[in-house]
């Protein structure tokens, strides 16, 4: 029996039917932005494996990291215990946060980070007796898969069967070009009631929900008038951070700074698991006192796993490198190129791009959501072709480790203009 026929047997995968899912393809090693299988094809990864992987597969300076941290601390509890590669980290991170950030909690996913965030937000005021417990999100978001991140997401078809469980969110349309004044009205409206808490979003870029896109100064003007009437900003930079949208934040190209960042995915290269928090001091002070009761109650078992603390310090090594803050620009500029050149296709409904960034949108007689039934075609081209794109419906999107070559996006770019001509 196979690898494959054995996962059919003993394994249930993350978003996938799996009555009618071809067998998962098996992959033994991982080089750069390939991932070779076990019959010794190559696929480029050009979404990054759920866009967590940075600088390539099986990096050298990162695996190495990890090895010297497990032959010295692989794991110990985080309450009452510290170690030096958690503070490192932490003092990292706020370095190179926005200047308000003043301290970091550690989880171990997007949707527990974004989880975490929510509850700082709710028991800020709770902890000052103040009756604030509504949470503003757009619609169209997504924040994650566990109840609370599910809640703050917006009414997406795969959440259908836990709406009766989740807590109540006022939606407003997302300030997408040509419906900021929308966005902003609706905001208006749902702060006269006065009792709204946070402010989540995705900032710049809407992941899930379709990789929408929309500008800094939009968005600086809801944070604006959220902070104005000193509702907590939550940005859900889960995917957005480490170098996504051109800069090391999304929040880096506006004037209004959230006051709470949610980070993951790209923390540690790719490598590990780990979900950060941050906050500002003004929020952290709320929970400070001699009153136990006034004690943010939330922990995670590997919270600031020394392991995954090294590898994140590892990827900011990388990152901040001159080569691949280049190959940064370098990937920027290149979908700007294709960008331009496969605008106007007839095949094409919209092209949109921020940074690494770019989403093309396909043409469809269906209606364009998450289950258009071109989603499984294009899916099954671009695999048979040597290249890995999630399609969201007629969505695709490319969202590469930053060390792809030029041949390989050009490679990727070249499927994508065949797929546009025969599917």
Not at 37 to 48: L, N, P, Q
Not at 375 to 388: A, P, Q, T
Request: proline share 4%; with cysteine; net charge negative.
């Amino acid at each position: 029996m196979t690898v494959s026929e054995k996962d059919a047997r003993y394994v249930w995968h993350p978003y996938t039917q799996m009555k009618t899912a071809a067998l998962p393809l098996p992959i033994v090693r991982g080089e750069g932005a390939l991932l070779i299988a076990e019959d010794g094809k190559t696929y480029i990864d050009a979404v990054s494996s759920w866009w967590v992987n940075l600088h390539g597969h099986g990096h050298p300076y990162i695996a190495e990291r990890i090895a010297k941290q497990a032959l010295t601390l692989e794991q110990v509890i985080f309450a009452g215990f510290t170690h030096a590669p958690a503070v490192g980290l932490a003092e990292q991170l706020i370095q190179i946060l926005p200047s308000n950030q003043a301290k970091v909690f550690y989880s171990d996913n997007g949707s527990t980070a974004v989880e975490v965030a929510i509850k700082m937000a709710i028991q800020f005021f709770h902890n000052q007796g103040v009756n604030r417990k509504i949470i503003v999100a757009f619609e169209n978001g997504y924040h994650g898969d566990t109840f609370g991140a599910m809640s703050a997401s917006s009414d997406l078809s795969f959440n259908n069967a836990f709406q009766d469980y989740l807590f109540a969110v006022k939606y407003i349309p997302p300030p997408l070009p040509g419906q900021e004044a929308q966005s902003l009205q609706v905001l208006q409206t749902i702060l006269e009631q006065n009792n709204v808490c946070a402010f989540i979003f995705e900032p710049l870029v809407m992941g899930a929900g379709g990789m929408l896109m929309y500008t800094p100064e939009a968005l600086d003007t809801l944070i604006q008038l959220a902070q104005s009437q000193g509702i907590i900003c939550i940005a859900d930079e889960v995917m957005t951070g480490f170098g996504r949208t051109g800069k090391l934040f999304a929040s880096h190209y506006l004037q209004q700074q959230p006051d709470i960042f949610c980070l993951s995915k790209g923390l540690t290269g790719g490598f590990l698991p780990m979900g950060v928090t941050t906050s500002t001091q003004a929020i952290f002070d709320a929970f400070w006192s001699d009153d136990k009761r006034k004690t943010f109650f939330h922990g995670h078992s590997y919270t600031a796993n020394p392991l995954g603390c090294a590898a994140a310090l590892a990827s900011l090594d990388l990152l901040q490198h001159e080569d691949c803050q280049a190959d940064i620009q370098r990937i920027t500029q290149s979908h700007q190129h294709f960008k331009t050149h496969i605008l106007s296709h007839r095949n094409v409904q919209n092209v949109r791009q921020t940074g690494t960034i770019l989403a093309i949108e396909f043409k469809t007689s269906e209606e364009t959501s998450y289950f258009n039934n071109l989603r499984d075609r294009l899916y099954n081209f671009f695999i048979e072709k040597g290249v890995l794109l999630r399609p969201l419906g007629n969505m695709i999107y490319i969202l590469p480790p930053y060390c792809i070559t030029d041949k390989e996006l050009e490679w990727v770019y070249n499927i994508i203009e065949e797929a546009l001509e025969i599917i």
